[in-house]
């Protein structure tokens, strides 16, 4: 196909086409992948293992650790916020209020 076929091919035909190569690329990769992992295996075997000794499958990373609260809503004590991220509606709330945070500190 070349540059001026592309330029006769409307809006929806040219994203229809960019969503068909970018599958096959896709297909591709994963094609590849398994070529691969089918060498791996059979030189694990060749040395004795089998490639889920060498190489387990995913690494897995630990759930990132969730920050403790340091303020408390004064009367739904429910209601947190560790300090970090956006301020909860309530925290500003309260601030409008009049109050600080050190008068939400737990």
Do not use: C
């Not at 330029?7 to 929806?12: A, I």
């Not at 086409?17 to 970018?22: C, M, P, R």
């Not at 990132?64 to 408390?72: E, F, L, N």
């Not at 004590?77 to 600080?100: D, I, K, Y």
């Amino acid at each position: 196909m070349s540059v001026a076929d592309l330029d006769t091919l409307s809006l929806p035909e040219l994203k229809q086409l960019q969503k068909e190569v970018a599958q096959a690329i896709d297909s591709f990769r994963d094609r590849e992948k398994e070529k691969a992992r089918a060498v791996l295996e059979a030189k694990a075997r060749e040395l004795g293992f089998n490639l889920a000794e060498l190489a387990p499958a995913g690494r897995r990373r630990g759930a990132k650790p969730v920050s403790p609260a340091r303020y408390r809503h004064p009367e739904n004590p429910g209601l947190t916020w560790s300090g970090r991220g956006r301020r909860p509606n309530w925290v500003v709330a309260e601030l409008e209020q009049g109050r600080t945070l050190e008068d939400l500190a737990i």
